[in-house]
Protein backbone atom coordinates (compact mmCIF):
# COMPACT_ATOMS: atom_id res chain seq x y z
CA UNK A 1 0.00 0.00 0.00
CA UNK A 2 1.39 3.54 -1.41
CA UNK A 3 1.58 5.82 1.83
CA UNK A 4 -0.68 9.05 1.51
CA UNK A 5 1.36 12.01 0.27
CA UNK A 6 1.01 15.20 2.27
CA UNK A 7 0.27 18.45 -0.54
CA UNK A 8 2.42 21.18 -0.48
CA UNK A 9 -0.78 23.79 -0.16
CA UNK A 10 -1.34 21.99 3.42
CA UNK A 11 2.72 22.08 4.38
CA UNK A 12 2.63 25.90 3.64
CA UNK A 13 -0.79 26.26 5.71
CA UNK A 14 0.22 23.89 8.55
CA UNK A 15 4.39 25.99 8.54
CA UNK A 16 2.30 29.27 8.25
CA UNK A 17 -0.09 28.57 11.23
CA UNK A 18 3.03 27.10 13.32
CA UNK A 19 4.87 29.98 12.89
CA UNK A 20 2.19 32.24 13.70
CA UNK A 21 1.75 30.52 17.01
CA UNK A 22 5.59 30.74 17.68
CA UNK A 23 5.36 34.67 17.24
CA UNK A 24 2.36 34.76 19.90
CA UNK A 25 3.98 33.08 21.91
CA UNK A 26 7.37 34.87 22.10
CA UNK A 27 4.78 38.45 21.89
CA UNK A 28 3.23 37.70 25.38
CA UNK A 29 5.97 36.92 28.10
CA UNK A 30 7.20 40.30 26.64
CA UNK A 31 4.02 42.11 27.49
CA UNK A 32 3.96 40.49 30.32
CA UNK A 33 7.08 41.43 31.81
CA UNK A 34 6.27 44.95 30.64
CA UNK A 35 2.93 45.49 32.28
CA UNK A 36 4.49 43.75 35.47
CA UNK A 37 7.60 46.02 35.68
CA UNK A 38 4.76 48.99 35.15
CA UNK A 39 3.17 48.15 38.23
CA UNK A 40 6.36 47.39 40.54
CA UNK A 41 7.15 51.36 40.11
CA UNK A 42 6.24 53.66 42.47
CA UNK A 43 5.19 56.86 41.92
CA UNK A 44 5.30 58.98 44.84
CA UNK A 45 3.14 61.47 46.85
CA UNK A 46 3.28 64.68 45.13
CA UNK A 47 3.47 67.77 47.66
CA UNK A 48 3.76 71.13 48.02
CA UNK A 49 4.96 73.69 50.92
CA UNK A 50 3.29 76.23 52.69
CA UNK A 51 4.73 79.43 54.58
CA UNK A 52 3.77 79.21 57.88
CA UNK A 53 6.52 81.42 59.45
CA UNK A 54 9.24 83.40 58.28
CA UNK A 55 12.64 84.45 60.13
CA UNK A 56 16.13 86.28 58.77
CA UNK A 57 18.92 84.04 58.24
CA UNK A 58 22.31 84.81 57.59
CA UNK A 59 22.54 85.93 53.56
CA UNK A 60 26.17 85.06 53.96
CA UNK A 61 25.93 81.71 55.14
CA UNK A 62 26.49 79.17 52.44
CA UNK A 63 24.32 76.43 54.40
CA UNK A 64 25.26 72.94 54.04
CA UNK A 65 23.18 71.09 57.34
CA UNK A 66 20.52 72.34 59.48
CA UNK A 67 19.16 70.42 62.25
CA UNK A 68 17.29 71.00 65.58
CA UNK A 69 18.53 69.43 69.14
CA UNK A 70 16.05 69.56 71.85
CA UNK A 71 14.46 72.87 70.89
CA UNK A 72 17.81 74.70 69.80
CA UNK A 73 18.61 74.70 65.92
CA UNK A 74 21.91 74.62 64.33
CA UNK A 75 23.81 74.92 61.12
CA UNK A 76 26.49 74.22 59.53
CA UNK A 77 28.49 76.39 56.83
CA UNK A 78 30.38 75.69 54.13
CA UNK A 79 32.83 77.20 51.46
CA UNK A 80 37.17 77.26 52.41
CA UNK A 81 37.89 79.68 54.42
CA UNK A 82 34.11 80.25 55.66
CA UNK A 83 32.90 77.05 57.04
CA UNK A 84 31.42 76.99 60.34
CA UNK A 85 29.01 75.21 63.24
CA UNK A 86 26.90 77.37 64.79
CA UNK A 87 24.02 77.84 66.91
CA UNK A 88 20.63 79.94 66.00
CA UNK A 89 17.89 81.95 67.43
CA UNK A 90 15.18 79.91 65.74
CA UNK A 91 13.05 82.98 67.16
CA UNK A 92 14.59 85.54 64.95
CA UNK A 93 17.34 83.91 63.10
CA UNK A 94 20.29 85.76 65.30
CA UNK A 95 23.52 83.65 65.04
CA UNK A 96 24.25 82.71 69.32
CA UNK A 97 27.65 81.16 68.41
CA UNK A 98 29.88 80.16 66.09
CA UNK A 99 33.13 78.01 65.46
CA UNK A 100 35.36 77.99 62.61
CA UNK A 101 36.69 75.29 60.57
CA UNK A 102 40.04 74.67 59.27
CA UNK A 103 40.48 77.43 56.31
CA UNK A 104 41.57 74.40 54.15
CA UNK A 105 38.28 72.26 54.97
CA UNK A 106 34.73 72.54 52.87
CA UNK A 107 32.40 72.08 55.86
CA UNK A 108 29.03 69.61 54.82
CA UNK A 109 26.18 68.60 56.71
CA UNK A 110 25.50 67.81 60.12
CA UNK A 111 23.57 65.26 62.34
CA UNK A 112 23.25 64.79 66.14
CA UNK A 113 24.18 61.62 67.86
CA UNK A 114 23.42 61.92 71.55
CA UNK A 115 24.38 65.40 72.87
CA UNK A 116 27.35 64.97 70.12
CA UNK A 117 26.80 66.70 66.58
CA UNK A 118 28.96 65.01 63.81
CA UNK A 119 30.00 67.76 61.22
CA UNK A 120 31.15 66.23 57.35
CA UNK A 121 33.71 67.59 55.41
CA UNK A 122 33.25 67.88 51.30
CA UNK A 123 36.68 66.41 50.44
CA UNK A 124 38.79 66.12 53.56
CA UNK A 125 37.62 63.17 54.08
CA UNK A 126 37.25 64.14 58.27
CA UNK A 127 34.13 64.22 60.16
CA UNK A 128 34.82 65.98 63.12
CA UNK A 129 32.64 65.29 66.53
CA UNK A 130 31.93 68.55 69.06
CA UNK A 131 29.73 68.59 72.08
CA UNK A 132 26.90 70.26 71.43
CA UNK A 133 27.12 72.57 74.62
CA UNK A 134 30.59 73.77 74.17
CA UNK A 135 31.39 73.12 70.87
CA UNK A 136 34.84 71.56 72.03
CA UNK A 137 36.18 68.53 69.50
CA UNK A 138 35.73 65.56 71.02
CA UNK A 139 36.32 62.78 68.29
CA UNK A 140 37.67 62.50 64.15
CA UNK A 141 36.94 59.99 62.20
CA UNK A 142 37.61 59.33 58.52
CA UNK A 143 36.27 58.27 55.17
CA UNK A 144 36.91 58.09 51.62
CA UNK A 145 34.97 59.88 49.14
CA UNK A 146 33.23 63.36 49.40
CA UNK A 147 30.45 64.03 52.03
CA UNK A 148 27.45 65.83 51.65
CA UNK A 149 24.30 65.57 53.54
CA UNK A 150 24.43 63.86 56.90
CA UNK A 151 21.08 62.50 59.22
CA UNK A 152 20.80 60.01 62.14
CA UNK A 153 18.27 57.31 62.56
CA UNK A 154 18.42 54.52 65.21
CA UNK A 155 21.74 53.72 65.59
CA UNK A 156 22.85 54.73 62.05
CA UNK A 157 24.30 57.78 60.60
CA UNK A 158 23.13 58.40 57.20
CA UNK A 159 25.41 60.10 54.81
CA UNK A 160 25.24 61.29 50.98
CA UNK A 161 27.84 62.02 48.83
CA UNK A 162 26.16 64.11 45.37
CA UNK A 163 25.55 60.52 43.61
CA UNK A 164 22.13 58.53 44.49
CA UNK A 165 23.70 56.65 46.50
CA UNK A 166 23.21 56.57 50.59
CA UNK A 167 25.58 55.10 52.97
CA UNK A 168 24.50 54.01 56.55
CA UNK A 169 27.38 54.07 59.31
CA UNK A 170 28.00 52.78 62.46
CA UNK A 171 26.91 56.48 64.95
CA UNK A 172 29.66 55.14 66.99
CA UNK A 173 32.53 53.94 65.00
CA UNK A 174 31.17 55.56 61.61
CA UNK A 175 31.84 51.92 60.03
CA UNK A 176 29.83 51.50 57.13
CA UNK A 177 26.56 49.34 57.83
CA UNK A 178 25.16 49.00 54.42
CA UNK A 179 24.17 51.13 51.61
CA UNK A 180 21.37 52.04 48.92
CA UNK A 181 20.64 53.57 45.77
CA UNK A 182 17.94 56.12 45.50
CA UNK A 183 14.86 55.52 42.64
CA UNK A 184 12.58 57.71 41.34
CA UNK A 185 9.43 56.11 39.36
CA UNK A 186 12.22 53.44 38.62
CA UNK A 187 15.12 55.67 37.74
CA UNK A 188 18.09 56.32 39.67
CA UNK A 189 17.52 59.95 41.48
CA UNK A 190 21.96 61.84 41.72
CA UNK A 191 22.61 64.93 43.16
CA UNK A 192 20.96 63.96 46.68
CA UNK A 193 22.27 66.65 49.10
CA UNK A 194 21.55 67.98 52.31
CA UNK A 195 19.64 64.83 54.60
CA UNK A 196 17.22 65.00 57.49
CA UNK A 197 15.77 62.01 59.36
CA UNK A 198 11.61 62.24 60.26
CA UNK A 199 9.55 59.85 61.07
CA UNK A 200 11.60 56.80 59.95
CA UNK A 201 11.73 58.70 56.23
CA UNK A 202 14.76 60.45 54.85
CA UNK A 203 13.97 64.06 53.43
CA UNK A 204 16.79 65.30 50.77
CA UNK A 205 17.18 68.28 49.26
CA UNK A 206 18.02 67.68 45.16
CA UNK A 207 21.10 69.98 44.59
CA UNK A 208 20.65 72.22 42.08
CA UNK A 209 17.23 72.21 42.38
CA UNK A 210 13.35 73.28 44.62
CA UNK A 211 13.18 69.85 45.13
CA UNK A 212 12.71 67.94 47.95
CA UNK A 213 12.55 64.13 48.15
CA UNK A 214 11.23 61.91 51.12
CA UNK A 215 13.31 58.49 50.90
CA UNK A 216 11.97 54.88 51.63
CA UNK A 217 15.99 53.73 53.87
CA UNK A 218 14.43 50.11 53.74
CA UNK A 219 14.70 50.08 49.62
CA UNK A 220 15.91 53.67 48.36
CA UNK A 221 12.32 54.27 46.95
CA UNK A 222 11.35 57.98 46.45
CA UNK A 223 7.73 58.23 48.29
CA UNK A 224 6.99 61.43 48.50
CA UNK A 225 8.32 64.56 45.69
CA UNK A 226 7.82 68.18 47.56
CA UNK A 227 7.89 70.77 45.23
CA UNK A 228 9.28 73.65 46.85
CA UNK A 229 9.71 76.50 44.44
CA UNK A 230 8.66 79.72 45.54
CA UNK A 231 10.37 80.13 48.68
CA UNK A 232 12.94 82.44 47.83
CA UNK A 233 11.91 86.32 47.78
CA UNK A 234 12.04 87.42 44.37
CA UNK A 235 14.30 90.68 45.44
CA UNK A 236 16.90 88.65 46.71
CA UNK A 237 20.13 89.25 45.56
CA UNK A 238 23.44 86.94 45.73
CA UNK A 239 21.01 83.91 46.99
CA UNK A 240 21.98 80.47 45.48
CA UNK A 241 20.15 77.05 45.50
CA UNK A 242 17.31 75.43 48.31
CA UNK A 243 19.56 73.74 51.01
CA UNK A 244 18.53 72.72 54.35
CA UNK A 245 16.09 70.84 56.32
CA UNK A 246 15.31 71.11 59.87
CA UNK A 247 12.62 68.81 61.79
CA UNK A 248 11.65 70.42 65.68
CA UNK A 249 10.38 66.72 67.10
CA UNK A 250 9.29 69.31 70.61
CA UNK A 251 6.97 71.58 68.29
CA UNK A 252 6.85 69.28 65.70
CA UNK A 253 7.72 71.78 62.64
CA UNK A 254 9.81 71.62 59.45
CA UNK A 255 12.14 74.43 58.69
CA UNK A 256 13.79 74.95 55.42
CA UNK A 257 16.48 77.86 53.94
CA UNK A 258 18.74 77.78 51.36
CA UNK A 259 22.50 79.26 50.48
CA UNK A 260 22.85 82.59 51.14
CA UNK A 261 19.31 83.01 51.93
CA UNK A 262 18.12 86.01 53.52
CA UNK A 263 14.97 84.08 55.09
CA UNK A 264 14.17 81.08 56.97
CA UNK A 265 10.91 79.25 56.35
CA UNK A 266 8.89 77.10 58.63
CA UNK A 267 6.43 75.25 56.48
CA UNK A 268 3.78 72.51 56.47
CA UNK A 269 2.87 70.54 53.52
CA UNK A 270 -0.07 69.81 51.42
CA UNK A 271 -1.38 67.79 48.35
CA UNK A 272 -1.75 70.83 45.01
CA UNK A 273 -4.84 71.86 44.05
CA UNK A 274 -5.90 70.74 40.62
CA UNK A 275 -8.15 73.17 38.70
CA UNK A 276 -9.69 71.80 35.79
CA UNK A 277 -8.45 73.51 32.36
CA UNK A 278 -11.56 75.50 30.46
CA UNK A 279 -13.44 73.99 28.18
CA UNK A 280 -15.56 75.36 25.74
CA UNK A 281 -18.76 74.16 24.29
CA UNK A 282 -17.64 73.22 20.87
CA UNK A 283 -14.54 71.09 22.38
CA UNK A 284 -16.89 69.43 25.29
CA UNK A 285 -19.26 68.10 22.53
CA UNK A 286 -16.29 66.89 20.19
CA UNK A 287 -14.87 65.25 23.29
CA UNK A 288 -17.98 63.53 24.19
CA UNK A 289 -18.24 61.32 20.83
CA UNK A 290 -14.96 60.09 21.15
CA UNK A 291 -13.82 57.36 23.36
CA UNK A 292 -11.69 57.79 26.17
CA UNK A 293 -7.94 57.45 26.10
CA UNK A 294 -6.55 53.93 27.10
CA UNK A 295 -3.77 53.81 30.05
CA UNK A 296 0.05 53.43 28.86
CA UNK A 297 -0.18 49.62 29.71
CA UNK A 298 -3.12 49.25 27.47
CA UNK A 299 -2.11 51.03 24.62
CA UNK A 300 1.25 48.36 24.60
CA UNK A 301 -1.07 45.23 24.54
CA UNK A 302 -3.27 46.90 21.84
CA UNK A 303 -0.31 47.78 20.20
CA UNK A 304 1.48 43.98 20.72
CA UNK A 305 -1.92 42.16 19.69
CA UNK A 306 -2.24 44.19 16.48
CA UNK A 307 1.46 43.70 15.26
CA UNK A 308 1.25 39.77 16.12
CA UNK A 309 -2.46 39.79 14.06
CA UNK A 310 -0.35 41.97 11.00
CA UNK A 311 2.67 39.35 11.19
CA UNK A 312 0.09 36.34 11.13
CA UNK A 313 -1.81 37.85 8.04
CA UNK A 314 1.36 37.96 6.18
CA UNK A 315 2.24 34.76 6.73
CA UNK A 316 -0.87 33.42 5.77
CA UNK A 317 -1.06 35.55 2.68
CA UNK A 318 2.84 34.46 1.82
CA UNK A 319 1.95 30.79 2.31
CA UNK A 320 -1.35 31.10 0.35
CA UNK A 321 0.93 32.74 -2.44
CA UNK A 322 3.27 29.28 -2.50
CA UNK A 323 0.57 27.09 -2.52
CA UNK A 324 -0.81 28.83 -5.53
CA UNK A 325 2.68 28.67 -7.25
CA UNK A 326 2.83 24.81 -6.19
CA UNK A 327 -0.56 24.00 -7.69
CA UNK A 328 0.38 26.07 -10.96
CA UNK A 329 3.60 24.07 -11.18
CA UNK A 330 1.54 21.00 -11.05
CA UNK A 331 -0.52 21.95 -14.08
CA UNK A 332 1.88 22.77 -16.10
CA UNK A 333 4.11 19.36 -15.55
CA UNK A 334 0.63 17.43 -16.21
CA UNK A 335 -0.14 19.43 -19.10
CA UNK A 336 2.87 20.78 -20.67
CA UNK A 337 2.88 23.41 -23.38
CA UNK A 338 5.49 22.21 -25.52
CA UNK A 339 2.46 22.21 -28.55
CA UNK A 340 3.95 18.74 -29.68
CA UNK A 341 1.88 15.22 -29.25
CA UNK A 342 2.45 12.40 -26.82
CA UNK A 343 2.04 10.06 -29.38
CA UNK A 344 5.17 9.10 -31.50
CA UNK A 345 5.12 9.04 -35.04
Known amino acids: MVPPCISAPALNRGAAWGLSLLIIL ?4 EMSISEESEQNVVHPEQLIVVIEETIPHDSGAYT ?10 FESTGLRGESTLREINPDNGEVLRS ?16 D ?22 VGNHSYDGEGWGLCHVGNQLVMSNGSDELTFRND ?31 YANVYQTDEIVVIDPGNGVVVMQIDASGLLPENATGAEVLNGIAWDVE ?21 PSVEPPPVDDETTN ?5 ELPLSHSNDHL ?21 AHQAMNLKDVERNPRNGGNSDGD
Open 116 to 137: EVVMLTWTSGHAYRYLFDTFEL
Open 251 to 271: SQSLWVTGKKWPVMHRISLTV
Open 64 to 73: QGLTFHQGRL
Open 99 to 114: INLNETEFGEGIAFVG
Open 172 to 202: TTFEIMGNINVTLNGTSLDNLNELECIEGLI
Open 302 to 322: TISIWLGLMIIAVIILIAQQS
Open 286 to 290: QSSNE
Open 26 to 29: SILP
